[in-house]
């Protein structure tokens, strides 16, 4: 019952900040960034023309998904990203706690968008085990109060060998904390509700919840980061010295994924794929 007031009262909170903003000409900007626009289909025709849906693209092929997946958009708030799915020829379920006609899924009355949408709290998900290929979170993690709750019952509705994939979701710093990231989030400085995690609570709330693979999208594997020294004359002539070489390259490339997974600046952003066993 808690859980439920808090997110009624976020819900609303984020209605009232998005229709100040809306009211607001120093924030156009930033309504017509985050697809806020009051025109529907016009914020869905350009979030599916937009250099985000194409990473959420690359982020698809990369979990293994082909065209024609079933895709659950989880906590898909007024269904651009469903839209865009539905456009690319996925199969796409829609499911928002929220019915708001500003940014829930009321959003989608009278638009014939040919996918099937659903009111549910993502820690309690109405679908039976082994239904969806792909799980997609966009920058909705970050809003839950518990992430491994929501994240369990993903692992639960995908099929063997699917994925989930969390896609822009806020992280802390080690230092700072959340005071010093609500100051620089500009939703947050109009009233939203913002949140934001560590990314090791992210990764072990995944791991938690059962996913057998976690990997951090944002962060280069060692070999990705050895082709990056090897396309540059003086790194790669760094790693070829004799005995030492391979050394400084493992330190450096200890030293990159420190500043990455733990020195997240405030606002910064990171993309997680997650594979269930299978």
């Known amino acids: 019952m808690a859980e439920s007031k808090f997110y009624d009262q976020e819900i609303s909170t984020y209605e009232q900040s998005v229709l100040e903003m809306r009211s ?7 309504i017509r960034r985050e697809f806020l626009d009051r025109d529907f289909a ?20 990369e979990s293994g998904a082909h065209v024609g997946a079933h895709i659950l958009d989880l906590g898909g708030g007024r269904g651009l990203l469903s839209y865009a799915l ?6 796409v379920t829609l499911c928002e706690i929220s019915r708001s006609p500003i940014t829930g899924l ?7 968008l040919e996918l099937h949408a659903t009111c549910a709290n993502g820690e309690a998900l109405p679908f039976p085990e082994y239904t969806f290929d ?3 979170c966009k920058q909705m993690l970050h809003h839950t109060t518990h992430p491994r709750h929501l994240l369990a019952e993903a692992h639960r509705v995908l099929k063997a060998a699917g994925a989930t994939i969390a896609y822009k979701e806020h992280c802390l710093p080690w230092y700072g904390g959340k005071k ?12 939203a509700q913002e949140n934001a995690f560590r990314t090791i609570t992210y990764a072990r709330a995944f791991r938690d919840s059962g996913y057998e693979k976690v990997r951090l999208w944002d962060i280069d594997t060692i ?7 090897l396309a540059s004359d003086a790194k790669r002539k760094l790693i070829a010295l004799p005995l030492v070489g391979e050394v400084l390259f493992r330190l450096a490339y200890l030293k990159y994924y420190y500043w990455r997974y733990w020195c997240s600046s405030p606002g910064q952003t990171m ?7 299978g």
């Not at 010093?180 to 009233?191: D, K, M, S, T, V």
């Not at 993309?271 to 066993?277: E, P």
Request: proline fraction near 1%.
């Open 180 to 191: 010093r990231f609500l100051a620089n989030h500009e939703g947050a400085r109009y009233g």
């Open 106 to 112: 009321g959003a989608i009355d009278g638009h014939q």
């Open 271 to 277: 993309n997680f794929i997650a594979r269930k066993s």
């Open 42 to 61: 016009a914020a869905a025709e350009r979030f599916a023309d937009s250099e985000f849906f194409t990473e959420i693209v690359e982020l698809i092929t």
């Open 86 to 91: 539905r456009k690319k020829g996925y199969r």
């Open 24 to 30: 607001s000409p120093q924030h156009a900007d930033f």
């Open 134 to 136: 792909l799980v997609i």
């Open 223 to 229: 070999d990705q980061l050895r082709s990056e020294y």
